[in-house]
């Protein structure tokens, strides 16, 4: 009987087809959960944390920082975010508006929603809005990580492994519990290394024209960054 035939061989093709989006599905949770474990600590832990929320409230209304010159591309990624979860909010600040504390429902007419889509485009804690985006944040940068080990040959194991070590390497892991903006560039620096990274494997202008631009809004991001963009892929 032909190996290839055989229902065990079979099975063993298709989990190492499988086997990339299993292990990055497993890559995402565990940096998801691993990160935050710190995600609710005191808000007076990180002495950035404060301003950036409060900068990050004027960005919403303003549609920028007002008060300082500072990278602005956090707080863009930070006010789509909110604009995106928007309808969850107002239905949730409704569903509150209906319901006591002891879980009775009030009376209410639609008054009591006049202001509600005005209030809706505001998170009722920044601070913890901004701390919640950096989690993802964090966690998309472990998996692009992997997605660049694939780029350079590594195997599902191995290529898994190394955002694992990612994952729990100390100085990266501190950026994911606060609400600041390094996280930011760290993901955009992922994103532009891995889109390089298949650029120069595949020939692809697209793939190198996409890597610019992830590395100029890690450049928007964190102005000391903006050496990178003296490069390209070649």
């Not at 930011?184 to 697209?206: V, Y």
Request: proline residues 6%; hydrophobic residues 55%; aromatic residues 8%.
């Amino acid at each position: 009987m032909d190996a290839g035939g055989h229902p065990l061989a079979r099975a063993f093709a298709a989990l190492r087809r499988r086997a990339w989006p299993v292990l990055g599905a497993l890559v995402l949770a565990f940096a998801l959960l691993h990160a935050s474990a710190g995600i609710r600590w005191s808000r007076h832990f990180h002495p950035d944390e404060l301003q950036v929320a409060h900068w990050l409230s004027q960005s919403l209304r303003e549609g920028r920082v007002t008060d300082r010159v500072y990278p602005g591309g956090w707080f863009v990624l930070a006010d789509l975010s909110i604009a995106a979860a928007r309808p969850l909010n107002l239905a949730a600040r409704r569903l509150r508006a209906r319901t006591a504390q002891d879980g009775a429902v009030v009376a209410t007419d639609e008054s009591t929603f006049r202001n509600e889509p005005e209030r809706a485009r505001f998170p009722d804690d920044p601070l913890q809005w901004g701390r919640n985006l950096n989690l993802l944040l964090f966690a998309a940068s472990a998996l692009l990580l992997m997605l660049c080990a694939r780029e350079i040959g590594a195997s599902p194991p191995a290529a898994a492994l190394a955002a694992l070590l990612f994952a729990v390497q100390p100085f990266a892991l501190e950026h994911a519990h606060y609400c600041e903006t390094d996280a930011a560039p760290l993901c955009f620096l992922c994103l532009a290394g891995w889109l390089a990274l298949g650029a120069l494997r595949r020939g692809s202008g697209r793939r190198a024209a996409a890597a610019c631009a992830a590395a100029g809004f890690a450049v928007a991001c964190k102005y000391t960054l903006a050496p990178l963009l003296l490069w390209a892929p070649a």
